[in-house]
Structure formats: structure tokens, C-alpha cells
């Protein structure tokens, strides 16, 4: 730390008290984010203290976007492109929270889930009549017989309550389906018993937020019966238009270092990327949404499956390949489940890639991220979780993505069950409920390309670029790898560019 701030005095920058504090919390090579942002304001002669923006445009890679322009927009400079309608803006990237030494407090994760779906269910007019869990035992407790006592302002029985909390069991029993739901103030077992309900909680997740209107009368039964399941949702939007005729192509999945990686595909990709195709002409962003390295001991016997088990060599290998992305792209890449770094959701960005090769034209940031590209909202993630949602939810097969991407959509989570296959970190703040509504959803993960509209929002699954698994073999998954997708910013349409 003292060499860092020795460096940047004596080339005569200052550092600010709060990027000081910043960088001292990081967990990660500080000498060289120093000498980056120096180099840099050296170069563009800007003598303006070092400030807590510097360093994270240093750590994703974009250390000239501070110098070029403080609101963090980047201006695309190709003359050949509407110059004012291209840019790009990182809106979340979790980074720089992840806190590597939490202390292993759910309750703090839980509540921060809880308080952030509130939030967005906030926008929703029965939200007003929401009661703690807590208030409508008591309020069912004092009244003895029939309807509740409790009136409302016009004197007339209350027929229904509102409440919202988190789903803490799910049971189906003969004739209905039992939730148990859970706010901070206690839990309460809930039943749905028409058909419609019945048929709606087929597709509720454990430990997502819901909002329920519940009959308090006790005529039919002496349980809290469902009348409504209000999900946090997304509402229906129409994208921005950005007026542009520009193109994002969307890749996921690389898996260099494995022995089923597409190195022909994958290079015949790169090739056109550099061609002068007239759509290629008007790709100006690429995002790849994570699993760049097969890594090494992810899965029992991995090594008989690689052709390199050296993990700094696959890295290196794979940015060797990501340079040939000409410089006129703006590349978005975040981690998935085989990269190296921690397992659990939110991941830190993969910034180790650059130590092979300068890749000056990539932001390397963290699963999941939201990125702007000319108006138009991308959330990216790598897709761990829709193992376990195609897993829970009748009906979902890992040939259709897109129906489990739309389940977290809905509950406006990306990764809501807690304790099946997918890792989630005790952080104090639940980094992963949907807080911005996406223009576009872009996952990976499954291995299986497809795209889909949702309220306005088009979702996207990009495939691979791995072959068939000896695994997948055995579970009877076909991935359709080799594909990329491309969408259009200006009206969101998309299309498929197939390299088999
Ligand atoms: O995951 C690729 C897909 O294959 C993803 O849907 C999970 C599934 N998969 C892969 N390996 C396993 C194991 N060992 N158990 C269960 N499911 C698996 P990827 O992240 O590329 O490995
Ligand atoms: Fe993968
Ligand atoms: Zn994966």
C-alpha cells in the first residue's frame, strides 16, 4: 500500500481520503491499480486526484473512461457510427461490495431481500394494505366466531388481509397446496384451494417474496386461504429505442481448457468478427456472460476431460483469443461457476484475465452486472440457478431456458432458492434481486440457445461454445453450442449466427 502512494506522490497525484479507505479494502493487487490510473492521467496530462471512480474503472479495465468523462459515459469515438448515440454505462456492478469477510449472517442477507422485493411491490396499489404476519395472527386470535371483528374506516367487516414475505415451505396435499410464508415478524402456514391458485404455486420457488391477499373468514375452514398470489414481477415496458442501428452480440460459456471446446467454431466466430460483413459492421458491443475457463476440479474426474490443467494457461489461452475481438467492440465479460474466484453468488470480476494479455477494450466486471448500451438496459448473469429452478418447477426442461429465466423475472430474483445446488455468499446486502427492469435478460449456463419476450423484455440464453459433455451425455442434455446471438438496439429484434 505505502509503494502505491509513494508512486502516485511522486508523480505528483494526490489520492483521496475515501479512494485511500476504498483501497484498502480490496483484496487485490493495489501497486498495479496505482500505477495504472498514473499511467493513464499521465498520458491524457490530467493532474486531478486519484478518487474511488479511478480505481474501479482501473479494476474493470476502463481506467481512460474517467479521464475521457466523469459521468462514466463512455463516448464510442468510430467516425463511422452516430458518435452521440453510442455509448455504454456500467449501472451495477457488485464488485466492489462483495465483502470477503462477511460474517456468515443470513438474517441480514434474508432481510435485505425482503426489504428490496417490498420495494418493488411498493408500486402496486394493495401494497398499501400489507400487514405484518405478526398483526394478522392476533387479529385472527381475538375473533371467535365467523369473520373477523376487526372493521374497517366504513365500519364493514374486513373480509381480506394483504401480507408479503418470503416462501419458507411449499407442500402439496391431497386436495390443496400448503406455503408457509415468513416476514420479520413471524411466519404463517397460507393454503391455496382453487384450481387456478393451485396451478399458479406449481410455479413458486422456495425463499422468493410474494405478496398474498388472504380471506380472513373462517366460514369454510380454519385455514388463511389464498384468493390472490401477487408476484413482485416486471412490469409490461416498452425498451427505449436508441435510434441507432447497432448490434450487441451475445456469447456464454467458452470453456477453453476443456477437451470438448469449439477451438475451430470458436475461432471461425473471431474470424467474422473482424470481417466486413455488413452486420459485423454494425456490431459495436459483445457480451459474455461467464464459464470463459473449464477450470480445474469442478466436478469429480474433470481432469480426464481437459486438455490443459493448468489454470493460469487456460486463462492466458483464453485471453489470448479474446484480443483478436477487434478494439472498435466493447466487451462486457463476467464470471460463471468454472471460473476461478469464489463459487457463490454475487462473483467478483475475473480481473486476473488481463495479467495475459492488455484487453483494453473489455470491462471485466461481476455475475451478475447491468450494463447500459445506448439507453438499452442488459442484465447479464451467468445462469447458476436455473439448475435448480428447472429442477423444482414442474414442467421446465433444460431444452427451454427461457421459461426458467422468466420464473426469475417474476419473482425479480436471480438466484431465489436457497440451499439447493446454487452457492449464494451471506453478503449484508441481497445483491441479487432484480432492481432495474432489464431490456434485455442474458444468461448462459445451460448450454442450450434460446430467446424469448417477456412483458418487453427479450430474454436471451447464448448456448456455448463447448461440445457435448460426457456428463450431459448421461443426463440426455443436447446443448446447441457454437451459436451467437445478435440483437439489435435499435428495435430489439435478435437473430441467430451459426458457426457449426
Ligand atoms: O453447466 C452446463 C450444464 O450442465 C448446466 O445446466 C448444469 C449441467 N451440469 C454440468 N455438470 C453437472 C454436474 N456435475 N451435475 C449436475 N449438472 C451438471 P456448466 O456450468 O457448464 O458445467
Ligand atoms: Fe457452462
Ligand atoms: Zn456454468
Redesign the pocket.
Same mark, same amino acid.
Given at each position: 500500500m505505502s509503494i502505491a502512494l509513494i508512486y502516485a506522490i511522486n508523480k505528483g497525484y494526490q489520492v483521496h481520503p475515501d479512494a485511500f479507505a476504498f483501497l484498502k479494502s480490496l483484496d487485490c493487487d493495489v501497486e498495479k491499480i496505482i500505477k495504472t490510473i498514473v499511467d493513464a492521467k499521465n498520458k491524457f496530462k490530467k493532474k486531478s486526484p486519484i478518487l474511488i471512480e479511478d480505481i474501479k474503472n482501473a479494476i474493470s479495465g476502463d481506467v481512460n473512461r474517467t479521464i475521457d468523462d466523469p459521468t462514466l459515459t463512455n463516448m464510442n469515438s468510430n467516425p463511422k457510427s452516430d458518435s452521440n448515440l453510442e455509448n455504454y454505462k456500467i449501472i451495477f456492478d457488485p464488485t466492489y461490495k462483495i465483502n470477503s469477510e462477511n460474517d456468515k449472517d443470513f438474517v441480514k442477507l434474508f432481510d435485505s431481500r425482503y426489504r428490496k422485493s417490498l420495494k418493488i411491490l411498493s408500486i402496486r396499489s394493495e401494497s398499501r394494505q400489507i400487514r405484518k404476519i405478526k398483526q394478522i395472527k392476533d387479529l385472527r386470535n381475538k375473533s371467535r366466531y365467523g369473520s373477523l371483528d376487526n372493521d374497517n374506516e366504513k365500519g364493514k367487516a374486513v373480509e381480506s388481509v394483504f401480507l408479503a414475505g418470503l416462501i419458507m415451505s411449499k407442500r402439496n396435499r391431497k386436495n390443496d397446496v400448503e406455503l408457509v410464508i415468513d416476514d420479520a415478524t413471524g411466519s404463517i402456514p397460507v393454503v391455496c384451494k382453487t384450481r387456478d391458485l393451485i396451478k399458479e404455486a406449481s410455479s413458486l420457488v422456495l425463499d422468493q417474496m410474494l405478496m398474498l391477499e388472504i380471506s380472513l373468514s373462517k366460514r369454510n375452514s380454519n385455514d388463511f386461504v389464498i384468493k390472490d398470489i401477487i408476484f413482485p414481477d416486471i412490469p409490461e415496458h416498452v425498451a427505449p429505442k436508441s435510434g441507432t442501428e447497432s448490434y450487441v452480440a451475445l456469447i456464454s460459456?467458452l /470453456?477453453v481448457g476443456s477437451k470438448y471446446f469449439m477451438e475451430k467454431e470458436f475461432n471461425d466466430f473471431l474470424s467474422w468478427l473482424s470481417s466486413d460483413d455488413e452486420i459485423v459492421r454494425r456490431i459495436k458491443y459483445v457480451c459474455i456472460a461467464g464459464?470463459i475457463v473449464d477450470g480445474i476440479g469442478?466436478?469429480?474426474n474433470q481432469d480426464k476431460e481437459l486438455v490443459e490443467m493448468n489454470m493460469n494457461k487456460q486463462l492466458s489461452c483464453a485471453a489470448s483469443l479474446l484480443q483478436k475481438i477487434p478494439k472498435r467492440m466493447h466487451v462486457f465479460l463476467i464470471p460463471?461457476? /468454472?471460473d476461478p474466484g469464489r463459487r457463490a453468488l454475487p462473483q467478483t470480476a475475473l480481473t486476473n484475465l488481463r495479467d495475459f494479455q492488455p484487453l483494453e477494450n473489455f470491462s471485466i466486471i461481476g455475475n451478475p452486472s447491468v450494463v447500459e448500451l445506448n439507453k438499452v438496459k442488459l442484465l447479464m448473469f451467468h445462469g447458476?440457478s436455473?439448475?435448480d429452478v428447472i429442477a423444482t418447477v414442474p414442467g421446465l426442461s433444460?431444452s427451454k431456458p427461457v421459461e426458467a429465466m422468466k420464473i426469475l423475472l417474476k419473482s425479480r430474483h436471480l438466484s431465489p432458492i436457497y440451499g439447493n445446488?446454487t452457492p449464494i455468499a451471506p453478503e449484508s446486502e441481497d445483491m441479487l434481486v432484480i432492481e432495474d427492469v432489464p431490456d434485455i435478460f442474458h444468461a448462459g449456463?445451460? /448450454?442450450m440457445t434460446e430467446v424469448g419476450r417477456y412483458k418487453g423484455t427479450l430474454i436471451v440464453n447464448s448456448g456455448?461454445w463447448?461440445r457435448q459433455?460426457r456428463?450431459?451425455q448421461t443426463?440426455g442434455?443436447t446443448p446447441t453450442p457454437g451459436i451467437c446471438i445478435l440483437v439489435n438496439l435499435g428495435n430489439l429484434q435478435s437473430f441467430k449466427k451459426d458457426f457449426n
Open positions: 460459456d /470453456h464459464d469442478i466436478y469429480p460463471g461457476n /468454472h447458476q436455473l439448475d433444460y445446488r449456463h445451460v /448450454h456455448a463447448q459433455t456428463f450431459q443426463m442434455i
